[in-house]
């Protein structure tokens, strides 16, 4: 085993859980043991709510701009230790080490958005009747909880993790059981940027201590990234315990590639929008909706496809049973008629043999009803139908029940205007193959892949980490008796 046996993180102490229920920590680079995580209990949540309770009220008091003092330090030590965060998120994750690198990169981003709350966050103060004033202010909630997959093992992290800290919660952060490492790294760089202890807890588990989040009563707010059918449970579970959620789910995401469209930049951005992070992003590329006369397009994307070697400028899935679901899909859709143009299936890195690795995967004349058209893979595939028309492309599009991210490929501003307007997704690109918004904006999906109001990231996690309090103050003797005396 590469690494000791992972602790919870309670108090600013790494701690052994009351449990004794462990799961392997296994890479998928090589399928190398590299830790044992602990399934913590209830018993263990308890203690870490109890730390975080004890600090809210310091640390809530702390002026914001003395908060972000933090960060400040958080986002230097992130840029100085970025090679080694990077290699711990590409071993326990599979993706490449650029891709890692992006990933701690986008880390910063994060902070950096945070370090400018203070001057988001001022409120608003008016005279609303002669000597009185109304005036706003964003509270922070009490102790919050972060549950996140095992995609981005430091990203979706600090999606949450500045903004809510910064805003003067104390959170309790439950890392996916796939990769817990890097999350316990981020807790040293955030002790050595000044956090007070028991502002950040992490409590490591399955749906034991998923399920307890939801029912602890000292929880005022989860925040749940993953999968459609968990967001689905924990925004149930959460919000029926009468708690602020917002649960972000899975996706499928269609491309639409129009006739006009520029056939080298289209075709690579495609290529890396279907396989960048082995295809386990929830903005990959995932349907391409090919409208009218593209085949010059769609075999410039089998040329690019072509170049993505895994192993070299591909990382691995997280697991066998991910790699044996993937290459599953690609079989049925072949069984049913489609046309597997580059088939991934069977890749193997040499030297490597236990990875879980799967190629590149472009599929053509798939049919709407075909589970590679409707469902998620989170793999490396790409999977291609065909229309005459762009209202077919976006009734496509429409009719699939996620809603996270669509593109669009044309030179044409105006279709790409029709295109905006008619697709039923919270991000779209033009000409851009995963179309995230960078901060300040903010980052959500819309129908099946986000439950709850507001987005995650940006400007608008402000209303969901904090509570408006309205004073309405009188100190001017003058101003007499009226209708709000
Ligand atoms: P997952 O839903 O399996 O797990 C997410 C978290 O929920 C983990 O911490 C896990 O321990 C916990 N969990 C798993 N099963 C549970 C259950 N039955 N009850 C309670 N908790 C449970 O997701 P994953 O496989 O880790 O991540 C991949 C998924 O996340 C994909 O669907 C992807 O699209 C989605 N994702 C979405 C976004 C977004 O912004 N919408 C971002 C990243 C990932």
Same mark, same amino acid.
């Given at each position: 085993? @590469?690494?000791?046996?992972?602790?919870?993180?309670?108090?600013?102490?790494?701690?052994?859980? #009351?449990?004794?229920?462990?799961?392997?920590?296994?890479?998928?680079?090589?399928?190398?043991?590299?830790?044992?995580?602990?399934?913590?209990?209830?018993?263990?949540?308890?203690?870490?709510?109890?730390?975080?309770?004890?600090?809210?009220?310091?640390? #809530?008091?702390?002026?914001?701009?003395?908060?972000?003092?933090?960060?400040?330090?958080?986002?230097?030590?992130?840029?100085?230790?970025?090679?080694?965060?990077?290699?711990?998120?590409?071993?326990?994750?599979?993706?490449?080490?650029?891709?890692?690198?992006?990933?701690?990169?986008?880390?910063?981003?994060?902070?950096?958005?945070?370090?400018s709350l203070p001057q988001l966050v001022t409120g608003e103060v008016l005279e609303v009747s002669k000597g009185v004033e109304c005036r706003t202010e964003h509270v922070p909630l009490g102790v919050v909880a972060s %549950?996140?997959?095992?995609?981005?093992?430091?990203?979706?992290?600090?999606?949450?993790?500045?903004?809510?800290?910064?805003?003067?919660? !104390?959170?309790?952060?439950?890392?996916?059981? @796939?990769?817990?490492?890097?999350?316990?790294?981020? $807790?040293?760089? +955030?002790?050595? =940027?000044?956090?007070?202890?028991?502002?950040?807890?992490?409590?490591?588990?399955?749906?034991?201590?998923?399920? $307890?989040? !939801?029912?602890?009563?000292?929880?005022?707010?989860?925040?749940?990234?993953?999968?459609?059918?968990?967001?689905?449970?924990?925004?149930?579970?959460?919000?029926?315990?009468? @708690?602020?959620?917002?649960?972000?789910?899975?996706?499928?995401?269609?491309?639409?590639?129009?006739?006009?469209?520029? /056939? *080298?930049?289209? =075709?690579?951005?495609?290529?890396?929008?279907?396989?960048? !992070? $082995?295809?386990?992003?929830?903005?990959?590329?995932?349907?391409?909706?090919?409208? &009218?006369?593209?085949?010059?397009?769609?075999?410039?994307? !089998?040329?690019?496809?072509?170049? %993505?070697?895994?192993?070299?400028?591909?990382?691995?899935?997280?697991?066998?049973?991910?790699? =044996?679901?993937?290459?599953?899909?690609?079989?049925?859709?072949?069984?049913?008629?489609?046309?597997?143009?580059?088939? &991934?299936?069977?890749? @193997?890195?040499?030297?490597?043999?236990?990875?879980?690795?799967?190629?590149?995967?472009?599929?053509?004349?798939?049919?709407? *009803?075909?589970?590679?058209?409707?469902?998620?893979?989170?793999?490396?595939?790409? #999977?291609?139908?065909?229309?005459?028309?762009?209202?077919? =492309?976006?009734?496509?599009?429409?009719?699939?029940?996620?809603?996270?991210?669509?593109?669009?490929?044309?030179?044409?501003?105006?279709?790409?205007?029709?295109?905006?307007?008619?697709?039923?997704?919270?991000? %779209?690109?033009?000409?851009?193959?995963?179309?995230?918004?960078?901060? /300040?904006?903010?980052?959500?999906?819309?129908?099946?892949?986000?439950?709850?109001?507001? *987005? %995650?990231?940006?400007?608008?996690?402000?209303?969901?980490?904090?509570? +408006?309090?309205?004073?309405?103050?009188?100190?001017?003797?003058?101003?007499?008796?009226?209708?709000?005396?």
């Amino acid at each position: 085993m @590469k690494y000791a046996a992972i602790q919870n993180y309670v108090n600013g102490q790494f701690v052994t859980p #009351s449990s004794n229920r462990t799961l392997e920590v296994i890479s998928p680079v090589d399928g190398k043991l590299l830790s044992t995580v602990p399934m913590s209990s209830a018993k263990d949540l308890d203690a870490a709510v109890k730390a975080a309770k004890a600090a809210f009220p310091a640390w #809530s008091r702390t002026p914001i701009k003395e908060r972000v003092q933090v960060f400040f330090r958080y986002k230097t030590l992130l840029e100085k230790h970025l090679k080694e965060l990077a290699e711990l998120c590409s071993e326990e994750n599979g993706k490449t080490y650029g891709e890692s690198v992006a990933e701690i990169e986008k880390c910063i981003e994060l902070t950096e958005f945070a370090t400018s709350l203070p001057q988001l966050v001022t409120g608003e103060v008016l005279e609303v009747s002669k000597g009185v004033e109304c005036r706003t202010e964003h509270v922070p909630l009490g102790v919050v909880a972060s %549950i996140v997959p095992f995609n981005f093992p430091a990203m979706v992290p600090n999606w949450t993790i500045p903004n809510a800290i910064a805003l003067g919660n !104390c959170m309790i952060i439950k890392p996916s059981e @796939k990769v817990p490492l890097s999350c316990g790294r981020l $807790a040293e760089l +955030l002790k050595e =940027a000044g956090l007070p202890d028991g502002v950040f807890n992490i409590v490591h588990g399955d749906v034991e201590i998923v399920e $307890a989040i !939801c029912d602890h009563p000292g929880i005022e707010a989860v925040s749940f990234v993953g999968s459609t059918k968990v967001a689905r449970i924990v925004y149930q579970r959460a919000t029926s315990q009468f @708690k602020r959620c917002l649960a972000l789910g899975g996706a499928k995401n269609h491309l639409m590639v129009l006739p006009d469209a520029k /056939p *080298d930049m289209t =075709a690579q951005n495609v290529a890396a929008s279907m396989s960048g !992070c $082995a295809g386990q992003r929830c903005m990959a590329a995932s349907a391409m909706v090919a409208v &009218g006369e593209v085949d010059h397009i769609i075999s410039k994307i !089998c040329d690019e496809a072509r170049k %993505i070697v895994p192993g070299e400028n591909l990382g691995a899935v997280i697991s066998k049973e991910s790699k =044996a679901r993937i290459e599953g899909y690609i079989s049925e859709a072949e069984k049913n008629g489609a046309k597997i143009l580059v088939d &991934g299936r069977g890749a @193997k890195v040499n030297g490597k043999e236990n990875g879980t690795y799967v190629g590149p995967t472009v599929i053509d004349y798939v049919t709407p *009803d075909m589970s590679v058209a409707k469902e998620e893979i989170f793999g490396p595939v790409i #999977s291609i139908m065909r229309t005459k028309t762009v209202d077919e =492309a976006l009734a496509i599009e429409n009719a699939n029940p996620y809603g996270n991210a669509a593109s669009v490929f044309t030179q044409n501003g105006g279709m790409a205007r029709y295109i905006i307007d008619r697709a039923s997704a919270g991000m %779209i690109g033009v000409n851009v193959g995963v179309p995230v918004p960078r901060e /300040p904006f903010s980052f959500g999906g819309w129908n099946e892949s986000k439950f709850g109001v507001g *987005d %995650i990231t940006g400007k608008s996690s402000i209303e969901f980490w904090t509570k +408006l309090k309205k004073s309405t103050t009188k100190w001017n003797p003058e101003a007499g008796v009226n209708w709000m005396s």
